[in-house]
């Protein structure tokens, strides 16, 4: 609660249009430690790992022609949004990717610190950084080829904002990897009362339904904003296997992957793939 | 926030392998010659010395082993079997086993022309990896001379200044520390020990005699033969056209007396376990030729062409040796950071000629499940996929090690009803395709 307090004084426009929920923010500062428990309140996120790294890595290899199955994401500079304790950070820094991991908790940052610190390679290669996504657009503008925000605008105070932010710091061409939960009847039901109340899948009051985003609205936010929206993924969790896999249907969680508009008013057949890269994903689904 | 010094801590790796012999030596191979490997650090830890396999005597050495198929492959995919082809081994395209007490008998024949297994002597298996090591250098680090005494183990969730990674301590003092420790250390492993993974065993009061034997006269020899004797099984393996290694498993004081005796005695001892008939009795003989009919009545095609083993002339000097067999199973193959594979996750009787092609298949196992961590940028030491090597290893080891350990108890014994039940089993098991197709 004090470095919270200490965030406001410290940061005066965080009162203007801000993508960080404080409400959001106490929550997951409450769990700072939990994090790398594989088997605690965040094993579902640890093995959304197996369907999300491989989405991200396979989509990323089919847009380049030059790359070391040894080394696959080398030179490659990510940014991930809402890092939390490093979960996604360090698999993406593991295949080769220079990340930057940001998120507004402090607790979560000293906590992913930590964790890399122990592994030379990742040390050098994750940066991680306490702050907002408005706060590093100045300094990164057009720095990233690909920003992941996974499973967080589900926790965003303004989406627009956040996705307006993301195309700034993205180089033309970049991708934007998003995964989130839909607004239905159905991720009420099982993505708040089952998977919270019920059955624990999720730490009680982690998620709240008013907040989640449908991928229609999702889509039109990204096209509005200078993206091509590429690939839509349905995903689920079975909680007896503890494993995610892919699904036709988007009524649950879904996955996204958009490219920014490219600087070039022409686009070669190489530079925007039309075909879904992904070669596990479904159809496109769409609406 | 403190970031740990790395510069003080000891050295890091990605795997380090513990125990040199063809298991330890083809796991490190296999995985530095992974693609996703490439960018990683792999350490091998062997006790003894290296040695040197630039020169391979004339005289074929007593230790070998019957590699199947599936292991020549996994060999090859570290690109070790063409040197192994390029040195020696024996392809045998028919197994003929048979028991001591009555005449039934099963014979192991692929229906295409293809190899039912080599016989390659473990010298030329180590020679072939060692190259294959060599080859990749920069990738796999081998230890030579360097016995790790110690380990300490990380807790599972990592709590604030402990190091997440296993502490290996070797003899001379140096640490090394790694993500993921493969214990490939044989039956007495220290990192199973250390590891404190409950293992199953059981000493069998026998010893395998093994020696290099000279035929009486050259022929193709490209049969392996086994024949159960009360006291154990005697098995034949061809080396080539002119010589076999002896692999004799017998009671503690019956292989002394083997290894004592003159050659000339040991020479009758062989040829007599194969040729006589001491230990028929007409009883079995009966009710194994009636049952043999039966057979011929219901499936015409029944019992294939029994051929006669070699008979052997001489045994190389200096080649017998023995060592005591037992058995082993762990209970669990893997822990955080930590998996078994070989002799020191299980132990096998050498009657079914398993023992390193169950090691070799844990290989292939664990590192088709390290590589897909590898390239999912998972870190290699989880007990995620870990679980999975164990899950399918376990399920292919425990039954075929339980059924050689049947086995080993069934023909221990002249007891009627016994000899009886294993005569109309292995007839009734030799005429059934289907059966002898999966084993």
Known sequence: ?287 | APLRSAASAPPLYDVVVSGGGMVGSAMAAVLGHDIHFHDKKIALLEAGPRKNYDHMPDSYSNRVSSISPGSATLLSSCGAWDHVCSLRLKPFRRMQVWDACSEAMIVFEKDDLDDMGYIVENDVIMSALTKQLDAVADRVEVFYRSKAVGYTWPLPSHSCDTSPWVQVELADGRRLQTKLLIGADGHNSVVRKEAEIKNIEHQYDQSAVVATLHLSEATDNNVAWQRFLPTGPIALLPLSDTASSLVWSTSHDHALELLAMDEESFVDSINSAFWSNINHSDFIDTAGAMFRSAISLLKPSGTAVRQLPPSVAKVDPESRAMFPLGMGHATEYVQHRVALIGDAAHRVHPLAGQGVNLGFGDIACLAHHLSAAAFNGSDLGSLKHLLKFETERQRHNVSLIAATDVLKRLYSTTLAPLVLLRTWGLQATNALPPVKVSI
């Open chain 1, 1 to 287: 609660q004090l470095s919270l307090f200490r965030f406001t004084v410290k940061r005066p426009f965080s009162t203007s249009h801000s993508s960080v929920d404080s409400k959001e923010m106490k929550k997951f500062q409450l769990l700072a430690h939990k994090w790398w428990d594989e088997e605690g309140e965040y094993a579902a996120l640890h093995s959304m790992n197996d369907i999300r790294v491989p989405f991200i890595r396979d989509t990323l290899l089919s847009m380049r022609s030059n790359y070391h199955l040894g080394n696959p994401l080398s030179g490659m500079k990510i940014l991930d949004v809402g890092c939390g304790g490093g979960l996604l950070s360090e698999p993406l820094g593991r295949l080769g990717a220079s990340v930057t991991g940001i998120d507004p908790v402090e607790d979560n940052i000293r906590t992913a610190d930590r964790h890399k610190s122990f592994d030379p390679v990742l040390a050098k290669r994750i940066e991680y950084k306490s702050s907002s996504l408005e706060e590093i657009v100045e300094e990164s503008m057009e720095t990233f080829d690909v920003i992941v925000a996974s499973e967080v605008v589900e926790h965003v105070a303004d989406l627009e904002t956040f996705i307006n932010c993301c195309s700034q710091v993205l180089k033309p061409e970049g991708s934007l990897f998003i995964t989130t939960i839909n607004k239905t009847q159905l991720s009420y039901v099982l993505g708040i009362v089952v998977a919270e109340k019920i059955m624990g899948i999720v730490p009680e009051g982690t998620h709240e339904w008013e907040k989640f985003v449908p991928p229609e609205e999702l889509e039109h936010l990204l096209e509005s904003n200078g993206f091509s929206v590429k690939t839509v993924n349905g995903m689920l969790y079975n909680p007896l296997s503890g494993s995610w896999s892919w699904t036709e249907s988007t009524s649950l969680n879904y996955a996204v992957h958009a490219v920014k508009a490219g600087a070039r008013a022409q686009s070669h057949p190489t530079d925007t793939p039309e075909t879904a890269p992904a070669q596990h994903s479904a159809t496109a689904a769409t609406a």
